[in-house]
C-alpha cells in the first residue's frame, strides 16, 4: 500500500519535459513573450492534471485558452455577476483567440505602424498585453 507521500507525488509528476514544451512553445508561437513561454510551461509541468498519453500540443493550447480567458478578459467577472458559463466563454474567446493569433506570427506586432495595420485584432492582441504589463506593475 502506497502512503500519503508517494500517491502526492505521483499526482505532482511531470508527463512533460519543461525544456520540450518551452521548445515547442517558442517554435509553434514565435512572437511568443519569452515571460510567457516560461510561464506557460511552467504550468504545463508543474500544475497537476493527467496529462498521460496527450500531445504537447494539446497540452499547450489548453492551457494557454484557460490561462488566457482567466488573467486577460473579464471571464471570471462574467462569472461572479451570473453569466453562464458557455456564454461568458463565448463571449471573451475572440480576445482569447486574437492574443494566440498573434503569437503565431513571425513577425513582431509592436514594432509595425499603427496606420499599416490591417487586422483590428492586432491591436487588440498589443493592448491585451500592455495592459497585462501596467496591471503586474500596479499589483506590485
Known sequence: MKTRAERQR???????????????????????????????ATRICTVPKNWRSTPIATAVDATMQNELRHQLTDYDQLMLVGVQRKEARRRVQPKVNAMIDSWKKAESLVARAVQERTDPREFAAEL?????IIMDRLGK
Open 128 to 132: 491585451l498585453v500592455t495592459d497585462k
Open 10 to 40: 505521483e499526482r505532482r509528476k511531470q508527463w512533460f519535459v519543461k525544456a520540450e514544451v518551452e521548445d515547442f512553445i517558442r517554435r509553434e508561437y514565435p512572437a511568443c513573450p519569452e515571460f510567457a513561454v516560461v510561464y506557460f
